[in-house]
């Protein structure tokens, strides 16, 4: 018999960051579990439903008793199991005891050559499991491999017997069609009865008539959105019809959404007010305060500026809300008077004057601190700017620099360290240090995540690489690799930023000497003095004693840098493949190491028309072949060609074509127009399909077979400098 199946696990408020991905696994979980045991179908259908204190699934078709299989059992080698007269051994005998048979089943095993032995197989029927055993089975399961970020330990009933879940379980329900399945979870007995709404619903407790009243009675007698995706939409259409009577819009944020989402059970969207006052503090903070600490919706007006107006999702519907807003306003009020006294007690100070309380900030144990990794900061963004643009560039860089990291020990920032970078600009400003400066600030940490913007401005460029590629030096140094999902310093982050910035600013910049060229900054001894010199000055000037703070020594290696550069390919070659590049064409260009990483994309664009030429695969697998040919060669091959030794006129006429094509190719190559230059390359299809046709290139002779390996690697250099074509092959 088969019936819908409901299973729903009642416990205390949930973890709200976590409940969408704990809902979605209990389902996923239960299911597989199921299905794995023959009791649901593969493509039943299976729905998750998670509220702030439930996690619930409905699985269709599940049967009553899983059907029997006959299952074909491995046992052991002839000569061990029977004798010489073909009668059942001991250890025969004992292996057919364990599971359920005896001799009289000997004469039906079956004799199959397994390997070099014959082997005997005993063909079974295996009894399918029943629905209680195995909903038991696949919910312990399914309990113990829960992704919970941290487990309570409590109490149950009896005072004696504890066990371990996310929150401490209240009851359990498991519904085949009417029927309760007799499980037990928790030290909780199934039944048919849940609770409603805290303070709302209608009857307490719900008895759920069947599997598939569920969602109809908690709505109805418990006052109870079950489903996460149904409550969401829900709360998205009441805080768009709020806004827009205000004339507002309501603060795009999916991750806030999800956690007010997984906070309450029966959405009521209401709107509060601040004093307009409070606007004059930058709105990032007013924003930030009211989302991460009252998990309210700012309201912004048709600009994008944050409006004195908030909405706030409630729990409860009291047919008079004005308490619940009254009171909502009262705690936005403390908050927003403590971020507008941050700010105040900030500007009091200047940026420059916490430079040197840098130096008391750990930066890491092996490099030292905050202080003194700046100065190597300073220095590369001074380099980047006087390689991109000049002396201006370069000493703007450097000012940059300088303060990019100071907002790190203003109020605000420790307060709200997610907005560093951000503070730093709003004081800046405030100094009247100007937008260059100021915008970098902020900017340098861009992009933060993917798809973020890029910085602003050309200072904010050059800050942005030397704070990354500082970082990526300084922590392949000291061996600090990510590995696996572990990547504590954002590496891959850092290293995706550079590629970025690299080529979405079509940046001049090659990767390898701008590694080296930050490696031996990092290495520079005097900038280290420099910064000792200084650090020893403001003390002795502070009338502070001098202290350990771990002085870090910095001796970047070889084996480092090439670690790193092969780490950031790596980063590259995936993120091209995100861009819906081919593995073939990402592994043609960058097989290369093209060193000016603005020029790939242009490479690739060239190389997928070149794809599509039809002389295209002839050209790739003789590129291949080429490259076979001159692997092979002893000694290598130096000797340039010899026009004197060619004899054959298929070998004549492709060093003609070479000759003829290098005209068109470097003018291409000159002005960077590689889709053209590979395009000339499919003039050489005929040539050098001819030219294997009837040339041999290993002769005997040995001046003759150098001179052909001198024209095939003539040849293999002007296909390849756009891109291993040899990759395209198939």
């Given at each position: 018999?088969?019936?819908n199946?409901?299973v729903?696990?009642?416990?205390?408020?949930?973890?709200?960051?976590?409940?969408k991905?704990?809902?979605?696994?209990?389902?996923?979980?239960?299911?597989?579990?199921?299905?794995?045991?023959?009791?649901?179908?593969?493509?039943?259908?299976?729905?998750?439903?998670?509220?702030?204190?439930?996690?619930?699934?409905?699985?269709?078709?599940?049967?009553?008793?899983?059907?029997?299989?006959?299952?074909?059992?491995?046992?052991?080698?002839?000569?061990?199991?029977?004798?010489?007269?073909?009668?059942?051994?001991?250890?025969?005998?004992?292996?057919?005891?364990?599971?359920?048979?005896?001799?009289?089943?000997?004469p039906?095993?079956?004799?199959?050559?397994?390997?070099?032995?014959?082997t005997?197989?005993?063909?079974?029927?295996?009894?399918?499991?029943?629905?209680?055993?195995?909903?038991?089975?696949a919910?312990q399961?399914?309990?113990?491999?829960?992704?919970?970020?941290?487990?309570?330990?409590?109490?149950?009933?009896?005072?004696?017997?504890?066990?371990?879940?996310?929150?401490?379980?209240?009851?359990?329900?498991?519904?085949?069609?009417?029927?309760?399945?007799?499980?037990?979870a928790?030290?909780?007995?199934?039944?048919?009865?849940?609770?409603?709404?805290?303070?709302?619903a209608?009857?307490?407790?719900?008895?759920?008539?069947?599997a598939?009243?569920?969602?109809?009675?908690?709505?109805?007698?418990?006052?109870?959105?079950?489903?996460?995706?149904?409550?969401?939409?829900?709360?998205?259409?009441?805080?768009?019809?709020?806004?827009?009577?205000?004339?507002?819009?309501?603060?795009?944020d999916?991750?806030?959404?999800?956690e007010?989402?997984?906070?309450?059970?029966?959405?009521?969207?209401?709107?509060?007010?601040?004093?307009?006052?409070f606007?004059?503090?930058?709105?990032?903070?007013?924003?930030?305060?009211?989302?991460?600490?009252?998990?309210?919706?700012?309201?912004?007006?048709a600009?994008?500026?944050?409006?004195?107006?908030?909405?706030?999702?409630?729990?409860?519907?009291?047919?008079d809300?004005?308490?619940?807003?009254?009171?909502n306003?009262?705690?936005?009020r403390?908050?927003?008077?403590?971020?507008?006294?941050?700010f105040?007690?900030?500007?009091?100070?200047?940026?420059?004057?916490h430079?040197?309380?840098?130096?008391?900030?750990?930066?890491h144990?092996?490099l030292?601190?905050?202080?003194?990794?700046?100065?190597?900061?300073?220095?590369?963004?001074?380099?980047?700017?006087?390689q991109?643009?000049?002396?201006?560039?370069?000493?703007?860089?450097?000012?940059?620099?300088?303060?990019?990291?100071?907002?790190?020990?203003?109020?605000?920032?420790?307060e709200?360290?997610?907005l560093?970078?951000?503070?730093?600009?709003?004081?800046?400003?405030?100094?009247?240090?100007?937008?260059?400066?100021?915008?970098?600030?902020?900017?340098?940490?861009?992009?933060?995540?993917?798809?973020?913007?890029?910085?602003?401005?050309?200072?904010?460029?050059?800050?942005?690489?030397a704070?990354?590629?500082?970082?990526?030096?300084?922590?392949?140094?000291?061996?600090?690799i990510?590995?696996?999902?572990?990547?504590?310093?954002?590496?891959?982050?850092?290293?995706?930023?550079?590629?970025?910035?690299?080529?979405?600013?079509?940046?001049?910049?090659?990767l390898?000497?701008?590694?080296?060229?930050?490696?031996?900054?990092?290495?520079?001894?005097?900038?280290?003095?420099q910064?000792?010199?200084?650090?020893?000055?403001?003390?002795?000037?502070?009338?502070?004693?001098?202290t350990?703070?771990?002085?870090?020594?910095?001796?970047?290696?070889?084996?480092?840098?090439?670690?790193?550069?092969?780490?950031?390919?790596e980063?590259?070659?995936?993120?091209?493949?995100?861009?819906?590049?081919?593995?073939?064409?990402?592994?043609?260009?960058?097989?290369?190491?093209?060193?000016?990483?603005?020029?790939?994309?242009?490479?690739?664009?060239?190389?997928?028309?070149?794809?599509?030429?039809?002389?295209?695969?002839?050209?790739?697998?003789?590129?291949?072949?080429?490259?076979?040919?001159?692997?092979?060669?002893?000694?290598?091959?130096?000797?340039?060609?010899?026009?004197?030794?060619?004899?054959e006129?298929?070998?004549?006429?492709?060093?003609?074509?070479?000759?003829?094509?290098?005209?068109?190719?470097?003018?291409?190559?000159?002005?960077?127009?590689?889709?053209?230059?590979?395009?000339?390359l499919t003039?050489?299809?005929?040539?050098?399909?001819?030219?294997?046709?009837?040339?041999?290139?290993?002769?005997?002779?040995?001046?003759?077979?150098?001179?052909r390996?001198?024209?095939?690697?003539?040849?293999?250099?002007?296909?390849?400098?756009?891109?291993?074509?040899?990759?395209?092959?198939?």
């Amino acid at each position: 018999m088969s019936a819908n199946l409901l299973v729903e696990l009642l416990v205390e408020e949930l973890p709200p960051k976590s409940l969408k991905q704990l809902g979605n696994s209990f389902a996923e979980l239960l299911s597989a579990g199921l299905q794995t045991q023959d009791l649901a179908a593969k493509d039943a259908k299976i729905t998750a439903y998670a509220t702030p204190r439930r996690l619930v699934v409905h699985i269709t078709n599940v049967t009553v008793q899983a059907p029997d299989k006959a299952v074909t059992q491995k046992l052991m080698p002839v000569a061990v199991g029977l004798d010489a007269q073909g009668q059942a051994t001991p250890p025969l005998l004992k292996k057919l005891a364990s599971l359920g048979a005896d001799a009289s089943v000997v004469p039906q095993l079956k004799r199959v050559l397994d390997g070099k032995a014959e082997t005997l197989f005993l063909d079974t029927t295996v009894k399918g499991t029943s629905l209680t055993d195995g909903l038991q089975k696949a919910l312990q399961d399914t309990i113990d491999q829960l992704p919970i970020p941290k487990v309570m330990t409590y109490q149950l009933a009896d005072g004696w017997s504890s066990v371990n879940f996310v929150r401490p379980a209240h009851s359990l329900v498991a519904l085949h069609g009417a029927d309760i399945v007799p499980i037990n979870a928790l030290g909780l007995q199934a039944g048919r009865e849940t609770q409603g709404h805290r303070f709302e619903a209608k009857a307490n407790p719900i008895v759920l008539h069947n599997a598939d009243s569920y969602t109809q009675q908690l709505a109805t007698e418990g006052t109870v959105i079950a489903s996460f995706a149904e409550r969401r939409a829900e709360i998205m259409h009441q805080l768009a019809t709020a806004a827009a009577k205000e004339h507002l819009t309501p603060i795009n944020d999916e991750a806030l959404l999800d956690e007010v989402t997984a906070l309450v059970e029966h959405p009521n969207v209401l709107i509060g007010k601040f004093d307009s006052e409070f606007l004059q503090v930058p709105q990032e903070c007013l924003i930030l305060t009211m989302k991460a600490n009252q998990k309210y919706f700012p309201l912004l007006d048709a600009q994008g500026k944050l409006a004195n107006k908030f909405l706030l999702v409630s729990n409860i519907r009291p047919t008079d809300p004005a308490q619940v807003i009254t009171g909502n306003e009262r705690v936005v009020r403390s908050r927003l008077a403590d971020a507008k006294f941050f700010f105040d007690q900030d500007r009091k100070k200047t940026l420059e004057s916490h430079v040197p309380e840098l130096d008391e900030v750990v930066y890491h144990n092996k490099l030292g601190m905050q202080g003194q990794r700046m100065y190597y900061v300073r220095a590369i963004a001074k380099m980047i700017g006087q390689q991109l643009n000049g002396e201006m560039l370069a000493n703007q860089a450097y000012q940059a620099a300088i303060l990019a990291k100071t907002d790190l020990l203003t109020g605000m920032v420790g307060e709200f360290p997610e907005l560093q970078g951000i503070m730093g600009r709003y004081y800046a400003q405030h100094e009247g240090l100007g937008d260059k400066i100021a915008f970098a600030i902020e900017d340098h940490y861009k992009p933060r995540f993917s798809g973020d913007e890029l910085p602003r401005n050309e200072v904010g460029v050059c800050l942005a690489l030397a704070d990354k590629l500082e970082t990526l030096v300084d922590m392949f140094g000291i061996d600090e690799i990510p590995t696996g999902d572990k990547d504590p310093f954002a590496l891959r982050r850092h290293a995706l930023g550079v590629i970025r910035i690299l080529i979405e600013k079509n940046l001049p910049l090659e990767l390898n000497t701008l590694i080296k060229q930050v490696t031996d900054i990092v290495n520079n001894q005097d900038i280290t003095d420099q910064w000792h010199t200084s650090y020893f000055a403001w003390k002795k000037k502070s009338g502070v004693k001098v202290t350990d703070v771990g002085f870090g020594e910095r001796k970047i290696d070889e084996e480092s840098t090439e670690q790193l550069l092969a780490f950031i390919y790596e980063r590259l070659a995936g993120s091209l493949r995100e861009q819906g590049y081919t593995a073939q064409e990402v592994d043609a260009v960058l097989s290369l190491n093209p060193q000016q990483l603005s020029d790939i994309p242009k490479r690739l664009a060239a190389v997928r028309a070149f794809a599509a030429f039809p002389e295209a695969a002839s050209l790739a697998a003789a590129n291949k072949r080429v490259g076979n040919i001159l692997k092979k060669s002893e000694g290598g091959v130096n000797a340039e060609v010899n026009t004197g030794l060619l004899q054959e006129s298929a070998e004549k006429n492709l060093n003609q074509v070479l000759i003829d094509l290098s005209l068109k190719t470097d003018t291409a190559l000159y002005i960077k127009d590689y889709a053209t230059f590979l395009q000339i390359l499919t003039e050489l299809k005929l040539p050098v399909d001819d030219f294997f046709d009837h040339v041999m290139v290993n002769v005997d002779d040995e001046k003759l077979r150098n001179n052909r390996l001198a024209l095939l690697k003539e040849l293999h250099q002007m296909m390849n400098q756009i891109a291993d074509l040899s990759k395209l092959a198939s």
